[in-house]
C-alpha cells in the first residue's frame, strides 16, 4: 500500500513545487513507483514536467467534480516510472463550485483511494494558502512534508501550518502525521540560513531533514525547461540534494 504524502505550506516562494517535483524524479529515478498530483491552480508542478497545462484533457480539477476517475487522469511522464495528475486554471474557480457539495474536505481521499495501491509514493503539491485544496490534501494523505525557506519569518508560518496539521488531524484525519521539514534556499554565505535551521530545531518538536536544498542557479532553471534536475543538470549541487532527500525520505519510518 502506497504512502500519500503532502507536501504543504502556506507561505509562497518556499520552493514547495521544486520540491515536489525534484523529489518526485529522485524517487522515480530509485525504481519507486510515485504519482504526483498537482492540487495547485497555477500548475507548476504539471509544467514543470514538461505537460502542457492548457492541453491536458483531464485534470485534477475533472476528478474532483466526479467527471472521470483517478487513474484515467494520471498522465506517465518520460521521467521513468513517475507519473502526474496535472492541473490547470480550472481548479481556481473549484472552491466556490465544490462549497455546497457534502463531506468536500474528502473528496480527494475518495477519488484517489482505489488507486493507492498501484503506487510506493502518491505525492501532492498543496497550493501555497490554507485552502480547501490544501484541507482535501490534508484528509487524503498519511503524512506532510513541509518545506521552509532559510529566512527571518520561517519559524511565524511554520507555527500556524502546525497548528493546522493538528487541528485537521484532531477533527478529520486521525492517521495525518508530520513526515517531517526540509529547509529551501539554504545560502551557505550567510549566518542568516544556519541561524532559521537552529531555530526551528530548538523551538518545534517535529522532525527536520538532515538534507538542506542550497540556493543553486540550475535548480531554478529546470521547471523553465519542464524537467527535474536531475535531467537538466544530473551532476548539479540542487540534484546532489535531492538526491540525498529522497535516500532520507525513503529511509524514514512514519507510523
Known sequence: MGKIVAISNQKGGVGKSTTAINLAACLAERLKKVLLIDLDPQGNATSGLGIAKEDAENTVYDILIGKCEAEDCAIRTEFGKLYVIPSNADLAGAEIELYDMEKREFLLKKAIKSIKKDYDYILIDCPPSLSLMTLNALCAADSVLIPVQCEYYALEGLTQLLKTINLVKER?????????????????????????????????????????????????????????VIRYDTHSTGARSYRELAREFVKRRIK
Open 172 to 228: 478529520l484525519n486521525t492517521d495525518l502525521e508530520v513526515n517531517g521539514i526540509v529547509f529551501t534556499m539554504f545560502d551557505v554565505r550567510t549566518n542568516l540560513s544556519a541561524d532559521v535551521v537552529n531555530n526551528v530545531k530548538e523551538n518545534l518538536d517535529v522532525h527536520v531533514y538532515k538534507t538542506v536544498i542550497p540556493r543553486n542557479v540550475r535548480l531554478a532553471e529546470s521547471p523553465s525547461y519542464g524537467l527535474p
